[in-house]
């Protein structure tokens, strides 16, 4: 069949996207489901600083590329093999196709699939396969799922259930932002209530993390960021205090705030400068738990003899730590209870044909989540 997506041909291209437009709106191929496969009909896909980081060539990926991970849409045909998911079944995208018998997956940690990240750096689905093409020329997936599109052929590893209530704009949200944000304080640092918490970088998935920190019931919880209207946003998500991160005492003030440092810093920018600060604020025997994916090129440096001297953890936290089919679930329950109101982050819809626009607002930081909606 053919599909309307956006296509990536190229890296690095200068801003504004508005003028040099990197994603092109175009017609493309896509087979239908294999083994194990599903096609589905897109119906929301969220706009990330991952797919920003591909399009400027701080992530590289093999070109061309249909963009796109955070997303939830309606089974239209399930392939071979799939016997757990129904036609009009509604889903969120994973973009770990975790495959379960790996050793990370068997011990409970399917964030780090070896099949998955393999699949995912060669722009394939999981068990290999491509099923995008242009004028009979390969097209690569975008870590599995490729959202900014009308349809899309992913692994059945990469679908969640969940309920039809939950609207599709929404249900997108869950499957980067809030599992990355909230999980990483729930599944990689286990905050528990009482805890003191800064987070450093407040995009949707640091946002999310100050909804996880006030839904864990943290006592303290410091939002640090650049930009002053998101600084005030937070507030209004349970942030407790504030601190602009480009003040020159800003670890120093953040250190006054928490009595010598936080329990625990979540670093969500991407940025080495922003790690440096979230250690820099932990307390002695706190945790750093970073989420930011910087250039591979970038170095961080610490002094070494923290770690033992202060029993300091700094850890990494990719997709939350989470497994997706038990956590997913959990959060969509958690939000329509009221306790986890991630609908607040969004704060743009947009037509396909407006993407470029779209990243040029997530560059410039003047928007939150922004979700592509399809009819």
Known sequence: MQIKAALLRQTGLAHPYRDTRPLAIEKVALAGPGRGEVLIRMKAAGLCHSDLSVIDGSRPRPMPMVLGHEAAG????????????????????????????????????PAL?????????????????????????????????????DHAVVSRESCVKVDKSLAFDHAALF???????VGAVVNTAKVPAGASVAVAGLG?????????????GARQIIAVDLSEEKLAFARQLGATHTVNAGTPDAVAAIKDLSGGGVEFFFEMAGAVPALELAYAATARGGTTVTAGLPHPDRKLSIQAVSLVAEERTLKGSYIGSCVPRRDLPHYVALFQNGRLPVDRLLTHRLKLDEINEGFDRLHDGSAIRQVVLFD
């Not at 499957?175 to 944000?181: E, K, N, W």
């Not at 949707?204 to 864990?216: K, P, Q, R």
């Open 74 to 109: 309606i089974v239209v045909e399930v392939g071979p093999d799939v016997s757990d998911l129904a036609v009009d079944d509604h889903v969120v995208l994973v973009f770990i196709p975790s495959c379960g018998q790996c050793l990370p997956c068997a011990t409970g940690r």
């Open 113 to 149: 699939c070896e099949p998955g990240a393999k699949a995912n750096g060669a722009g394939t689905l999981l068990r290999g396969d491509r099923r995008l093409s242009l004028s009979c020329d390969a097209v690569n997936h975008h870590i599995g799922v490729s959202a900014f599109a």
């Open 175 to 181: 499957g980067c932002a809030v599992l990355t944000g």
């Open 204 to 216: 949707g998935v640091g946002l999310s993390a100050i909804l996880g920190a006030v839904a864990c």
